[in-house]
């Protein structure tokens, strides 16, 4: 539900002027927390305090509260902060068969926002409607590419008016339904073959609803500064935000230079554009094994893909293709590329391309390992994976990653989804972000003060999104919270062991109700559909 800014501020400052010392009868509420260190999400020192929850929110701050709760929760200096919230997953693909979300409760997450990269639900109505039995609160952006497909399929063509209407009016009922935004995923197909105009006119629908601009932008490497110049070409035409998702840059080659592009958001941002980056500290990515080929070969569905690639003069054009992208990112071979999900054979999940190619007997060439690749792209289009498997990429250098989180306006994400643990070898940015920024970049490195990483993860990403009643430990909003001890923080995920959860928050509520106990999933299901529409700005 959202609220008003202004009814949530005087809703405090009411509260506060009566917190502590009234001789009124004790205030009856469902949970108290006492003697918290406060961290309030606004990037402010910690003060201590007592937090009063009744009926899902914030009821009353202060100390030595005059409250009567069901029940008490002592903190013991502890630090008390807002629940964080991730706003670029793609939980909504797993949010139906694992509605509890373990992996991102146990790490302090209480909200998710969905359907980035393009992907999502044409029918968010539909889909909000079958959620059930949640544990976390979620949120969805609709997809461009999910409503381009439905419209014109895979192919390669600007639409017609007919189309461009038909596209127009699902994004208008997704964003009836409740949607946050509009993404993209402009380097994956068919998105990859939409121009400028097509996303702005979409865009503008997105727009009217108070909708955010959240993109995956064409091109990370050698085109990043002109990718980024298109997504805020897309929200100063459509008049919107711009969110541009897991910020980086890609490639050896271009390693050292995200500085420059920095520099080019902040002057969009001087020109009146509300630009805004999220990221995740990690310095490895993951996507599917299709990347490696150029765009126009991934075209279609599995069928077009194997045609292609079964073509020997077309082969030859893509294996050339491939070869001078390899060689634009600054890579020998393939031996940055490992694979997290192959179905057609598991025992391949962890290894990478140039072990693989090994493992089959060819010798260490790159011409064998994209030999490799294509046999995987066609045995794992087969087993109805169009783009052949899940992967993990070191496309990043932690220098970029230290650098990117230095920046004030750059939000923590995960780009994680809602994991089955034991399977697979997926990336440990599902298990362990919000952890990993605590333990490694706040306290081991001091990269980061604890205040300014929580505001990264909690008012930053509400402020952008518009969940005007969360984000914040303050009177009147939500009682999403998390309760830990910065010292036992830990992520425990890596790339070669990643199922393993995140240590250290004690206690996570979600709506009020604790979802983490003592650093235990409880059994309780209080998370719900947090739906956009507001045209209110923080």
Known sequence: MRVSWTRVCMAGILLLLSRGGSEAPAQTVDLVVREAR????????????????GDGRIVAMGTDLNVEATRTIHAAGRILAPGFIDVHTHADRGIQARPRADNFLL?????????????????????????????????????????????????DRPPTGAELEQMQALVEKAMKDGAVGLSTGLLYVPGAFADTDEVISLAR?????????????????????????EAVEVGRAARMPVQISHFKVKGRTRWGTIGRAIDL????????????????PYERASTNL?????????????????????????????????????????????????????????AWN???????????????????EIATILE????????????????????????????ILRYPNAMVASDGGVVEFGRGQPHPRSYGTNARVLADFVRARGLLTLEEAIRRMTSLPARTFGFLDRGLVRPGFVADLVLFDPARVDDRATFNDPHQYSEGFDYVLVNGVPVVAKGELTDERPGEFVPGGSKEAW
């Not at 406060?38 to 009063?52: E, K, R, Y």
């Not at 209480?110 to 609160?137: F, H, M, P, Q, Y």
């Open 38 to 53: 406060v961290i309030d999400g606004t990037g402010s020192p910690w003060f201590v305090s007592d937090v009063a929850v």
């Open 107 to 155: 790490d302090g997450v209480t909200t998710v926002v969905g359907g980035n990269c393009g992907g999502s639900k044409t029918d968010i109505g539909e889909w909000s409607r079958g959620l059930a039995d949640l544990g976390i609160n979620i949120a969805t952006l609709v997809g461009h590419n999910s409503v381009r497909r439905q419209v014109m399929g895979e192919e």
């Open 205 to 229: 629908v997105a727009a009217r609803y108070g909708g955010v601009y959240a993109s995956h932008i064409r091109e990370q490497g050698a085109e990043l500064h002109e990718s980024i110049n």
């Open 265 to 280: 958001i902040e002057s969009h941002r001087s020109s009146g554009v509300d630009v805004m980056v999220d990221v995740y």
């Open 290 to 346: 299709g990347v490696n080929l150029p765009r126009w070969a991934v075209a279609g569905g599995a069928q077009d893909i194997a045609a292609r690639i079964e073509d020997p003069a077309t082969r030859q054009r893509i294996v050339d293709e491939m070869k001078n992208m390899l060689e634009g990112q600054g890579y020998d071979d393939y031996s940055f590329a490992t694979v997290a999900q192959y179905e057609p054979n598991p």
């Open 350 to 368: 962890g290894k990478t391309i140039s072990g693989i190619n090994v493992m089959g007997g060819r010798e260490p060439t790159v011409d064998n």
């Open 376 to 403: 995987m792209m066609l045995e794992g289009g087969a087993a109805g994976r169009g783009n052949g498997a899940s992967m993990v990429y070191h496309y990043m250098s932690l220098e970029d990653v230290d650098t």
